[in-house]
């Protein structure tokens, strides 16, 4: 009954014109941020958050959070129309999204992640509402330790996203650790492998190596095939899923929904974690799964969702503990305390208007990107027909323009042009380049629990397998490692066999 009364207070908070007017402000700029690359929902949040000094605190909320979660919609549309991720989390679905789109599957595919995310989107916002304080309690439970071991399982599981040999997706992970090295370390802040250049003391950005990998990778490819390119542009298909569709991608939404709902609860799990183990599972579990890597709507369902569902339930640490999952959330912490609200368990009983009402807004927003993108489908699959010659210096254009503005820095753009002739090569030798973005984005903070859970523990690496959640972590990992090779091992043996016979 609390539920109930705090959901109509939220509604009727959420429901007024001004609230209204911040939540779909919100959602058209996390949508175009989302399809942009290079800006992202961090830049975007840090521009605005001077304007809203002035703003109400309710609304000022409101339209960021929609910023933040409205990306993690709009970044699955360039994934999936030209091979370029929006966002981190949109990194998976570039693997069958665009896939679909070169099979004529183009509007399918971005109406398929527009309903997964709707879908997750408003079962994470509910578990958001019903429990946020007791699954706020379960963080606390989480050191170091436990976080280096989650990291590790993401890790392991990104071996899956390779549909080629797991030796060379294991390779590709440790190039991506590799890369996550470059820059200044945060421990003593000496650089490393910066070989002088100064541009690199901050590391590498992840938009210049997902810009060169996949975009510039993908133009470089394709320009040997350009007969082919013509005849995928003029395929666009029809934009809405069918019956089997609806049939095949219900049960990765439902996956997803719940694994990205357990995972945005974590403080540093972050989208990109949810929708890459999302795809692990779809691999291991999914009927289709023979068919993921070439184009199966499993591959969109799944992440999709799991992204969304995060986007949600990221909030409960940051609400409830004052703990912010990531950049973006430390941002919005930063946005309320700024309007003089205090982050914690008592937000929900001292704010309980901003609190409920921003929750109400959640599923508003949601119904509102919803609104925003499946009639923009259309218009989106309309970019598949514009000719060749014209689409793809476009996308340079594009992607150059928004590698130089994500660190107005000229040398990124060089630096991406490099990764795009390492893309083009990685295709050559049939590497997967998704295990190793991964690899970059987990591999300081990978790195980064593991010191301080050294020090912590004085340096005893036991430390790793005495805490029961670790212990179980790096147990899930070492059988995802097995059963990854099982089929390399299973391979062995039957070339074996048939050389006895």
């Known amino acids: 009954m609390d539920l109930f009364n705090n959901l109509l207070l939220g509604f009727g908070t959420a429901l007024s014109w001004y609230n209204l007017f911040y939540c779909f402000l919100g959602c058209l700029l996390g949508t175009l941020i989302g399809i942009l690359p290079g800006l992202g929902p961090l830049a975007t949040i840090s521009m605005l958050l001077p304007i809203t000094f002035g703003m109400d605190s309710t609304s000022a909320l409101i339209m960021l959070s929609g910023i933040y979660y409205g990306a993690a919609?709009?970044?699955?549309?360039?994934?999936?129309?030209?091979?370029?991720?929006?966002?981190?989390?949109?990194?998976?679905?570039?693997?069958?999204?665009?896939?679909?789109?070169?099979?004529?599957?183009?509007?399918?595919?971005?109406?398929?992640?527009?309903?997964?995310?709707?879908?997750?989107?408003?079962?994470?916002?509910?578990?958001?509402?019903?429990?946020?304080?007791?699954?706020?309690?379960?963080?606390?439970?989480?050191?170091?330790?436990?976080?280096?071991?989650?990291?590790?399982?993401?890790l392991i599981g990104a071996v899956s996203l390779s549909s080629g040999s797991v030796i060379k997706a294991v390779g590709m992970i440790i190039v991506g650790i590799i890369l996550g090295t470059i820059g200044t370390d945060l421990e003593s802040g000496v650089p490393r492998f910066t070989f002088g250049v100064a541009h690199l003391w901050d590391g590498l950005d992840f938009i210049v190596i997902a810009v060169g990998l996949f975009a510039f990778g993908e133009v470089i490819?394709?320009?040997?095939?350009?007969?082919?390119?013509?005849?995928?542009?003029?395929?666009?298909?029809?934009?809405?899923?069918?019956?089997?569709?609806?049939?095949?991608?219900?049960?990765?939404?439902?996956?997803?929904?719940?694994?990205?709902?357990?995972?945005?609860?974590?403080?540093?799990?972050?989208?990109s974690i949810a929708s890459f183990m999302s795809y692990s599972l779809e691999k291991k579990v999914s009927r289709y799964r023979h068919l993921l890597g070439k184009g199966a709507i499993e591959g969109v369902a799944g992440p999709e969702s799991a992204n969304n569902a995060a986007a949600q339930t990221a909030f409960i640490p940051t609400l409830t503990l004052g703990i912010p999952g990531g950049p973006t959330m430390a941002l919005l912490l930063g946005a309320m305390i700024m309007h003089d609200i205090q982050p914690g368990p008592q937000v929900m009983t001292k704010n309980p208007e901003l609190f409920w009402?921003?929750?109400?807004?959640?599923?508003?927003?949601?119904?509102?990107?919803?609104?925003?993108?499946?009639?923009?489908?259309g218009l989106w699959v309309k970019l598949l027909q514009i000719p060749y010659r014209v689409l793809y210096p476009a996308i340079m254009l594009f992607c150059c323009i928004g590698v130089y503005a994500s660190q107005i820095s000229v040398l990124d753009v060089y630096i991406a042009a490099g990764f795009g002739l390492v893309g083009y090569v990685l295709r050559k030798l049939e590497c997967e380049p998704a295990p190793l973005v991964l690899g970059f984005v987990l591999g300081p903070l990978m790195e980064a629990h593991f010191r301080r859970a050294m020090v912590l523990s004085q340096g005893d690496l036991t430390t790793f397998i005495r805490e029961p959640i670790s212990a179980s972590f790096l147990f899930v990992a070492l059988l995802l490692l097995l059963l990854a090779f099982i089929p390399v091992f299973r391979k062995k043996i039957e070339v074996v066999d048939n050389g006895f016979n």
């Open 73 to 154: 919609y709009g970044g699955s549309t360039t994934a999936i129309l030209v091979n370029l991720p929006g966002e981190t989390s949109s990194v998976v679905t570039v693997i069958d999204g665009h896939q679909m789109a070169r099979q004529g599957r183009a509007g399918v595919a971005i109406a398929t992640a527009a309903i997964g995310s709707f879908a997750a989107g408003c079962v994470g916002t509910l578990v958001l509402a019903a429990f946020a304080a007791p699954l706020s309690q379960m963080a606390y439970r989480f050191g170091s330790a436990e976080y280096f071991s989650l990291m590790v399982v993401g």
């Open 221 to 271: 490819a394709t320009l040997e095939h350009k007969d082919e390119t013509t005849e995928v542009t003029m395929a666009v298909g029809r934009l809405m899923p069918n019956r089997e569709d609806f049939r095949r991608m219900t049960p990765s939404i439902l996956r997803g929904t719940a694994l990205g709902s357990i995972l945005g609860i974590l403080p540093g799990a972050g989208l």
């Open 357 to 377: 009402g921003l929750i109400a807004s959640m599923w508003i927003g949601n119904l509102m990107l919803v609104m925003l993108n499946l009639p923009l489908v």
